[in-house]
Nanobody, 118 residues
Framework: VQLQASGGGVVQAGGSLRLSCAAS????????MGWYRQAPGKQRELVAR???????NYAESVKGRFTISRDNAKNMVYLHMTSLKSEDTAVYYC?????????????WGQGTKVTVSS
């Protein structure tokens, strides 16, 4: 499985940005796709994730500002970010988690950088 993220960039505080991630390879219909982020000097943290049935959860820090969505037919996941703050500056990573007969595996994209300028 390969994940290709895109959509990062530089945006002013209060602005919006949409990240996209395309999954390819042996992608199952049952999986969880999500976005994580890692700011300089900090650990990687969950931003949001969504199941193949559309159930989602968010980090408290982005609730009400970010929306995760997916297109199962295209194996795509999106993150629509609004009201961006300087603390949202980070490298954002796409993640896919899916079950196999011998256990679940997760995969990571290469990361896309988001910089919010104040």
């Amino acid at each position: 499985v390969q994940l290709q993220a895109s959509g990062g960039g530089v945006v002013q505080a209060g602005g919006s940005l949409r990240l996209s991630c395309a999954a390819s390879g042996r992608v199952f219909s049952i999986n969880v796709m999500g976005w994580y982020r890692q700011a300089p000097g900090k650990q990687r943290e969950l931003v949001a994730r969504i199941t193949n049935t559309g159930s989602s959860n968010y980090a408290e820090s982005v609730k009400g500002r970010f929306t995760i969505s997916r297109d199962n037919a295209k194996n795509m996941v999106y993150l629509h970010m609004t009201s961006l703050k300087s603390e949202d500056t980070a490298v954002y990573y796409c993640n896919l988690y899916q079950p196999y007969d011998d256990g679940a595996k997760e995969y990571w994209g290469q990361g896309t950088k988001v910089t919010v300028s104040s």
